[in-house]
């Protein structure tokens, strides 16, 4: 492709610059290759510029003029410009298609799935984007991130093109609404989830946190939007939302809402009011917190043309969501797997079990190591508080060691509670041990990993799966 139709404000000389592929990293250069420059806070893009011209790149975006003879094309974002170029290179495949991008910070990849669900039970073929994997109908892709790069995503697009998908689901994190990683999308729907602390590490304030993920919804990013009016954020957004939207709750007035929700460990059911369009929920997950998350992809649905026969069907015929509240029942006790990794979310799951635990909570969960570390602390607190045992251990430490940070967990945690907890830095070791305390009726919860396929230690992804290990011990008769 010329280089004149992948970018606007070319030098003339260059215009007809024939363009094979994108690349941000040096790895991915190849012959033709056009290379952009990121700026960024550990590694600046620029000082790879001549890395990139030897590798193959015959052309530059940057932000100022590097030590490469090539061609530049000087730019005042080249985050932007990426993502905009790479829009550009596909042939701006969502414009091809009906597009949703949810957000917030719990309940993303469950609101996602069960939106796939209802569109399938419309008859619609659809595509998935988020933590779990992406799904090109009945194919699935191993994800990279929630939110894939520009260059990645808009390739991924463009396959669902291909393949004859109409509607495309995806989770859009703030880590991508902050580096621009969308921009050149504007999405049929966005929806917002919750808001609570996460991620403060790259973001340091909850403030800027909740910045970006309010860029989704202004005319840039989507053309309506689906917002929770139970959450005081989401209040916030509809107060000040540029595009139309409709509600959904449960305490305040809504145009999607629920009423006498009720739930069992089998999972939840409640009388949905659609638009004044009344119909039974029945859902396989438990959990209050899954009850907004079937509301939220109901909504979606609803903006997207889709009756209320198909919405109900859609969220019936939903039995799993890999990660996600997952029972495993052996023969002593109840396990319950589980992505929760944020005080929230765990607080969410633990308060669920407990209104059906028949008797003890026994809870497994770690911080994840090189990110924010003011949540650990706080993560201890909720969890020794709502469980009556808990298993300190090791949640992808990363390049920190996992004592040091089952330490900054262990400062939260009250000392009349301090002998309920147990630390175990070994992850295999801390399951084990905590289904070998539990007694008939106890329910074991895992959570901080859900549908993950490894544990990253010293930089290294080491093959590991909480379901998987399970279901190991059962087979070799351990538990």
């Not at 420059?37 to 015959?58: I, M, P, Q, S």
């Not at 921009?183 to 403030?207: E, K, P, Q, Y």
């Not at 969410?348 to 079990?353: K, M």
């Not at 949640?395 to 000392?415: H, K, M, Q, Y």
């Amino acid at each position: 492709m010329k280089l004149s139709l992948i970018l606007g404000g070319v030098d003339e000389k260059y215009a007809d610059l024939e363009i094979s592929s994108l690349a941000f990293d040096t790895s991915d250069v190849k012959c033709g290759s056009l290379f952009f420059c990121l700026a960024g806070t550990k590694t600046d893009g620029h000082n790879f510029a001549e890395e990139a011209e030897r590798a193959g790149a015959v052309a530059i975006v940057a932000q100022r003029k590097t030590k490469s003879r090539l061609p530049h094309v000087i730019v005042n974002d080249s985050r932007h410009s990426l993502s905009t170029a790479a829009c550009m290179f596909y042939g701006e495949p969502s414009k091809k298609l009906k597009t949703v991008a949810v957000t917030g910070t719990n309940g993303k990849t469950t609101t996602t799935y069960i939106l796939k669900s209802i569109l399938e039970a419309a008859g619609k073929k659809c595509g998935v984007i988020g933590t779990n994997a992406v799904l090109i109908g009945d194919r699935r892709k191993d994800a990279t991130l929630t939110t894939p790069d520009p260059i990645e995503l808009n390739g991924i697009l463009r396959e669902m093109c291909d393949d004859g998908v109409e509607y495309v689901v995806m989770e859009a994190s703030a880590h991508a609404l902050a580096l621009r990683k969308l921009d050149g999308i504007i999405f049929d729907v966005a929806a917002f989830t919750n808001f609570s602390r996460d991620h403060l590490d790259f973001f340091g304030t909850m403030d800027d946190y909740f910045e970006a993920k309010k860029q989704l919804f202004t005319p840039l990013h989507a053309k309506y939007a689906v917002i929770n009016s139970d959450d005081a954020k989401g209040a916030e957004i509809a107060e000040n939302c540029l595009i139309p939207y409709i509600s959904y709750g449960a305490e305040n007035p809504s145009d999607v809402f629920s009423m006498n929700l009720s739930m069992s460990v089998n999972g939840l059911e409640y009388v949905l009011n659609l638009n004044d369009d009344i119909g039974k929920v029945k859902f396989n997950l438990p959990g209050k917190f899954n009850m907004y998350n079937t509301l939220c992809a109901a909504a979606a649905a609803s903006v997207l043309g889709v009756d209320l026969r198909h919405i109900l069907d859609g969220i019936r015929s939903l039995k799993k969501v890999d990660g996600r509240f997952n029972v495993i029942n052996t023969s002593k006790c109840g396990i319950i797997i589980d992505f929760a990794h944020t005080d929230d979310g765990l607080k969410n799951i633990l308060n669920t079990v407990r209104e059906f635990a028949p008797q003890k909570i026994i809870t497994v969960f770690g911080c994840g190591g090189d990110r924010d570390k003011s949540k650990r602390p706080i993560m201890g607190k909720v969890v020794s508080e709502l469980s009556d045992y808990c298993f300190v251990t090791s949640d992808n430490p990363r390049t920190e060691n996992p004592s040091d940070i089952i330490a900054d967990v262990i400062s939260g945690i009250s000392a009349e509670k301090k002998n309920t907890v147990i630390c175990e830095p070994d992850r295999k070791t801390a399951i084990f041990e905590a289904v070998k305390i539990a007694d008939n009726g106890d329910i074991v919860v895992i959570a901080g990993k859900g549908a993950e396929k490894y544990q990253e230690v010293m930089g290294i992804k080491q093959p590991y799966n909480d379901e998987q290990y399970v279901m190991e011990l059962m087979e070799k008769g351990r538990i």
